[in-house]
């Protein structure tokens, strides 16, 4: 899938891209994964944004803290070479993110690519009494490969979009 007009190629399965009917900002590719009802649904967010000039663990709650309202858990999940993924839970909202962080050092640039996905009420217990990791599992680990697949496979193709 092309996204940022084909400067940037990823691995995606087949989604509704939400720039079709809503407008969504220049650094931003919105697509939602479309669940068996509205409640269900799961979006995945690309987003260009500042590079944060520290550690991995620091950069990641930067970049969260700016997406998300209450975070209760960050959990580090892999990382390889410059991607990096993150388990974000946040039971007040009901929710868990799954978050891959890609650094292009070269042209100063954070991607953040966001998945949210609503937590059921069994899931919701589920986290209250285990580890954030535990959730993996099911539809949550098939969301889980989807987001690795798409951050291990984000290809930029055109550097141009970066000004460079």
């Not at 709650?61 to 975070?71: G, Y």
């Not at 990382?79 to 993150?86: A, I, P, Q």
């Amino acid at each position: 899938m092309k996204l940022y007009g084909g400067a940037v190629s990823v691995d995606l399965p087949p989604a509704v891209d939400v720039s079709k009917f809503r407008q969504v900002p220049d650094t931003q590719e919105v697509f939602i994964f479309e669940g068996e009802t509205k409640d269900t649904d799961v979006n995945i967010i690309f987003d260009l944004l500042e590079m944060v000039p520290e550690k991995i663990e620091n950069a990641i709650k930067v970049h969260v803290s700016d997406i998300l309202d209450h975070v209760d858990t960050i959990e580090t999940m892999e990382s390889t070479g410059d991607v990096h993924l993150f388990l974000v839970a946040s039971q007040q909202n009901k929710l868990l993110t799954i978050v891959g962080l890609i650094r292009l050092s070269k042209v100063e640039t954070d991607v953040l690519v966001t998945m949210n996905i609503p937590l059921t009420s069994s899931e919701q217990e589920k986290l209250e009494q285990s580890n954030v990791k535990e959730l993996v599992t099911g539809h949550i680990k098939n969301h889980y490969v989807t987001i690795k697949q798409a951050c291990k496979s984000f290809k930029v193709e055109d550097w141009g979009l970066f000004g460079s």
